[in-house]
């Protein structure tokens, strides 16, 4: 037998990497893992029995009872064989626990502990390399994790996913699954490491946790394999050297003064990118993503196929071209005062269309490079942002500006509804009727915007 595939697995700054750490859902005894101490802990007078799948619990040590059952085991120490188990069973009479698999041989010595939340995510991942199995779903609470040192899956070191099994590693504030403040698992001062790898080509969900390189040397924060199918989610990487590197699906994160934000990703979706050099490399597709103050490009998409696209971008001040793309199609996009083109086309082969976007003082202008097929775009006159000082890109109501964008992308085929250019969407006054914006609001903001194509 195996660990249940039911099994939730906890860790908390309070915690200890001796612990059980885990419980399997549905199991008909009482959860101890969310608790920082161990509910039970053995010395070496407990042996494992003759029948090796049981464990004398030493009566000096700890009193057996029904509620046991379900709750994990994890041998430290005596003479048995070292790891995490599962109790399946409760023999009350005899103060005897069953476990999911021989502990060793009969007589062996058993010393650890029974609950209780581990301490690390270097010891969670010992944990998944050791005895993850699909399904399993591991917690991280709130607190910060500060890396002791560089060995991977060990007390105090970076995380690896190594199996290639189907699991999900979720952080939360109070209760599982409030997505509230993030775990910040924090490097310390540890270099040339990745603080998190989630590459299993299965599919690994990595959710709601911050990563902070502390500005040391070649320190990635969290990354995967090209050829996974891993996810992440909710993820804020700060002060590294890539962000968030080789991750197939990226949803609603963001890096900050990372040198590249994100590396080689394939598909990015409603995040945000601030400070650093490189904004998004090696990127497919990316919508409604918002990329501002990268000293160099703010997104260069995958330069060897044609086969991706942008959509809902928001590219601003930017040390040098907005978007760099070398095929494909860029839509309903806003590119504001980049330090060279608002698009860059560097390809003289493939077909690229750019439509529905909008262009504002970009020091080369709005396009440049090779153009090929369909160019349609708008100049603003007018800053067409909120507060872009205060990272609030939503549009304006200002004429030649944000006006322009309100109700200006592509609706879903056969819907009418007021999607804005760019990433982020205006917010209507409570009780307003807000929509597309009407046909004298647009006939005036037009009045003060250039028109091409």
């Not at 612990?19 to 549905?26: D, E, K, L, V």
């Not at 560097?346 to 490079?369: A, D, H, K, Q, W």
């Amino acid at each position: 037998m195996t660990i249940s595939a039911a099994t939730t697995w906890e860790v908390r700054t309070d915690g200890n990497d001796s612990n059980g750490g885990g419980f399997a859902a549905g199991a008909s005894g009482t959860d101890r893992s969310q608790q920082a101490a161990a509910h039970a802990l053995l010395t070496v007078t407990s042996t494992v029995h003759t029948t090796t799948t049981q464990v004398n619990v030493n009566a000096g040590d700890y009193t057996v009872i029904a509620a046991d059952v379900g709750n994990i085991l994890q041998i430290t120490g005596g003479t048995a064989t070292a790891g995490w188990y599962e109790i399946t069973a409760a023999d009350i009479g005899n103060n005897r626990w069953t476990l999911d698999r021989s502990a060793g041989t009969s007589g062996q010595t058993v010393s650890g502990n029974m609950g209780g939340a581990l301490a690390s995510p270097g010891q969670l991942g010992k944990l998944i390399a050791n005895h993850g199995v699909n399904y399993h779903k591991y917690w991280v609470k709130s607190g910060t994790y500060t890396l002791t040192n560089n060995v991977v899956n060990t007390p105090g070191g970076p995380f690896s996913i190594g199996p290639s099994i189907s699991i999900s590693v979720r952080g939360y504030e109070t209760t599982r699954g409030d997505t509230g403040a993030k775990p910040v698992i924090d490097a310390g001062a540890q270099s040339s490491l990745t603080i998190a790898f989630v590459g299993t080509n299965r599919w690994t969900a990595f959710e709601n946790f911050k990563v902070d390189g502390k500005g040391n040397a070649s320190v990635i924060g969290v990354a995967s394999t090209s050829s996974s199918r891993d996810r992440v989610c909710l993820i804020e990487a700060v002060n590294c050297t890539e962000g968030i590197k080789l991750v197939p699906i990226i949803g609603q994160s963001s890096t900050t003064n990372c040198a590249t934000g994100f590396s080689t990703c394939l598909y990015i979706d409603r995040c945000f990118v601030k400070g650093g050099t490189s904004g998004i490399t090696g990127a497919r597709k990316v919508t409604d993503t918002v990329v501002t103050g990268c000293s160099g490009v703010g997104i260069t998409l995958d330069a060897n196929t044609a086969n991706y696209s942008c959509s809902r971008l928001t590219v601003h001040g930017c040390g040098s071209h907005g978007v760099q793309l070398g095929g494909g199609a860029i839509d309903d996009s806003v590119m504001t005062n980049n330090g060279g083109y608002g698009v860059y086309l560097p390809l003289t082969y493939v077909m690229e269309r750019i439509s529905r976007c909008f262009f504002r003082s970009n020091t080369s202008g709005p396009i440049g490079g090779t153009q090929h097929y369909d160019n349609s775009y708008t100049m603003l006159t007018a800053d067409p942002y909120t507060d872009a000082a205060l990272y609030d890109f939503s549009p304006n109501d200002t004429a030649g500006g944000g006006a322009l964008l309100r109700g200006a992308a592509m609706p879903v085929l056969g819907q009418t509804d007021n999607r804005d250019a760019g990433a982020v969407q205006h917010a209507d006054p409570a009780g307003g009727g807000g929509g597309r914006p009407n046909l004298l609001r647009r006939l005036q903001a037009l009045s003060g915007a250039s028109l091409n194509g």
